[in-house]
């Protein structure tokens, strides 16, 4: 599960008057759990709780060095899963292959090279300081560049007409450097916002424009989430992308050449002189209802930043069975479950001897469900729909291995028409209710529900729908070609709230997040049963999954 989606999930709990601190100390502390009484707690497993346990076992070893895309410890685990996936009985489903070689390029930006300066209406030139003032991040089209370029204030940046909403209005920003605030107003509904607010989303409307680099504000809850002292704790920034068949990097905003971040206190030199001090809209960004309107800056900014580029290959691992039914064959259900990791800590670990991110739950967790619910398909009768197994690489990079599969599926004719996506099942409570985010938007609701009749478990409703959780795993860049998709996480009844919130805090994209948690193996057992059945309705009813009438993400991107 991707980095933001923590703060997301923090904020969601503080806000809705869960103490964080006294679910903690209520949690157990792996470093001084027992595991004979775990055993002992957990029972006698049956044979889908011990394969899981196996399969989770191996992919969180020490061995797999924290499964980083790119690394020799990412690779051993995917030969692991295309050979579990072979000795289940799945056929090779990346055009015959088991992998789906995914081609990446890493940009790490140059410190020495970042150079950042303003010049004011009366001729003056300021030169603003690395770190203490501004961070660049790189893009990843160009491994240097050199732009000065008039500014423009653009409020958030939220070109959106189809929502009545377009910050660029009588705005004039080709050729010049865009200057906006993070995230979206408040006008916007969760899903919207969270679409809209994407530094994506935005870039790719100023690059089509004609802007040439990109400043970013900090509003009040970007200053609480992520604080300036924290960005400058690390003077490289790093930036990863596939890359297409042209050889360009897919970024969004081709042709911006990069963002640059500024210091909170370095940001008025911008507005000296103009209409609107940047104090003065940054309290109205934070007004509820509040309302910004852009205007030219009187001031050119000159920027310079250089990055090294590094290119990889990364594989997708895929297994298939093919479907039974002559009409429905051709339609694909995508079942995902993200293989990598976040690898070896680096730097100042304040001398820790773990270094080692295993990531049992993230998401070791996620392809043991993924595999046993391949051997239920195959055990039963084949399916109608084809249904295909992706351990995808890079999502903890930006969800990059499932995009570059959804944009260039290995499946020959088949296409694909529904996902349903594992990605950190935290395990740690005898859940009795699930998650299916996304569920109402499409027909895959209903047939959840129908899944699910007799399974024993409640389906609950999104926790924190503001949060636009939707649009941060793996299935998103699978709505994004269009597709209905599912996100299936154990709920928060029966205790879950506490114990899943304890483990986001403590262990969460930590080197705890391993073998020495009280995982409760027959739970996960419960639980990849419920994604079968659900995957199993999935593929074997007449209808093809749609998205329902005027749904947001439906209308953007499949046009229903
Ligand atoms: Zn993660």
Redesign the pocket.
Known sequence: ??ADLFSFLKRALLASGLALVAACASAEDPRTFDHTTAAARVGALDGAASRIRADVAYLADDAMEGREAGTRGYDAAADYVAARMAALGLAPGADGDWFQAVPLREATSSPDASRLSVTTADGERVDLAFLDDFKIYPSLEKDAFAVSAPAVFVGHGIYAPEAGHNDYEGLDINGKVVVRFAGAPDVFDSEARAHYGSSAAKAKYMASQGAVAVVSLYTDAAEKSFPWKRVRRNPIARATRWVGPDGAADVAGAGLNGTIGLNPDSSEILFEGGPRSYGELRAEEARPGGALKGFDLPVTVSVSAAAAFDDYFSDNVVGVIEGADPALKNEALVVTAHLD?LGIDEGDLGGEDDIINNGAM??AMGVAMLLETARRFLDGPPPARTVVFLAGTAE?KGLLGADYFAHFPPLGDKEIVANVNLD?PVMLHAFTDIIAFGAERSTLGSIVEAALADAGVVVSPDPFPELGVFTRSDHYPFVEQGVPAIFLWPGYANGGEAVISAFLAKHY?NVSDDLSLPIRWNDAARFADINYKIAREIADRPERPAWNKGDFFGELFAGE
Do not use: I, T, Y
């Open positions: 599960m991707r990791h993230d998401n903890e950190m994209h």
